[in-house]
């Protein structure tokens, strides 16, 4: 650029003039220097020259160590905006000291995932494994005849002609209707493989030959599941409340009342 000298005439002067140098170089620069003021400069942040030197009247960069422990001070005094504080005092300083992106930055964005992650999953239920079934199986035992009684009343024929074949309501199956595998000559069984693990489930088994004590034929004695003699606890829908027998059974098949 040009410039006009003491005598009105134009000189070149070089733009580099200009540009600040260092204090080792031993030249001034083109503007007046500032009069040091040593409260000030040392609280100044670093600024380094384009040419590799420091200015007069900064420091050393704070090291990157210093910016960390500055942030967990923040995080400590604001919690969750604390953290978001200590992500932008580390940038902040890795810019400064001529870092891109730091590991260190990397490793607490992990963090911070990973706990988010964590809660998540800790506020929810605990999945069930694929391979884990989430059904047991119950074979149901009636010991009873497996031919009709010859001694039933005549006030039971309009039972015996209700219940037909001997056979049981589960509640897992929405009550409907399964008849019974007869093993001659006092036998009754069938087995599930869809029984809910945990959950307390009833049934109700109807048989002709049980006319006599119940309206509806409802047995209230010697049925099995799984071995266990069951004892008669609740009551099932059908016509009316009708006589059953509630369990629970586990993943090994263990039932208990």
Not at 30 to 39: E, L, W
Not at 172 to 184: C, E, I, K, Y
Not at 232 to 246: I, R
Request: charged residues 20%; positive net charge.
């Amino acid at each position: 650029m040009q410039r006009l000298g003491a005598r009105g005439q134009l000189r070149h002067v070089a733009e580099t003039d200009r540009r600040p140098h260092c204090a080792e170089s031993g030249k001034t620069t083109a503007r007046s220097p500032r009069r040091p003021v040593p409260a000030l400069d040392a609280q100044r942040p670093s600024r380094t020259h384009p040419g590799g030197c420091l200015l007069q009247g900064h420091g050393p960069p704070p090291p990157l160590e210093v910016a960390q422990e500055r942030a967990v001070v923040l995080e400590q005094r604001h919690g969750r905006r604390g953290s978001r504080l200590r992500i932008h005092e580390i940038n902040d300083t890795a810019r400064r000291s001529g870092l891109k992106y730091p590991d260190v930055v990397r490793a607490i964005l992990w963090m911070i995932g990973a706990v988010a992650s964590l809660t998540f999953f800790a506020c929810d239920e605990t999945p069930v494994s694929p391979s884990q079934s989430t059904f047991a199986t119950v074979r149901i035992v009636f010991l009873g005849s497996t031919t009709r009684r010859s001694d039933l009343p005549a006030s039971a024929q309009s039972c015996v002609a209700g219940v037909g074949s001997t056979h049981i309501h589960p509640s897992w199956r929405s009550f409907a209707g399964t008849a019974l595998q007869p093993v001659p000559p006092d036998r009754y069984e069938i087995t599930f493989n869809d029984v809910p693990i945990g959950a307390r489930v009833s049934f109700r088994v109807n048989d002709q030959n049980s006319c006599d004590e119940n309206a509806t034929g409802a047995v209230t004695r010697n049925v099995f599941a799984n071995d266990v003699r069951l004892v008669q606890n609740t009551t099932t829908p059908g016509n009316g409340d009708e006589p059953g027998y509630a369990l629970t059974v586990a993943a090994n098949g263990t039932t208990r009342q």
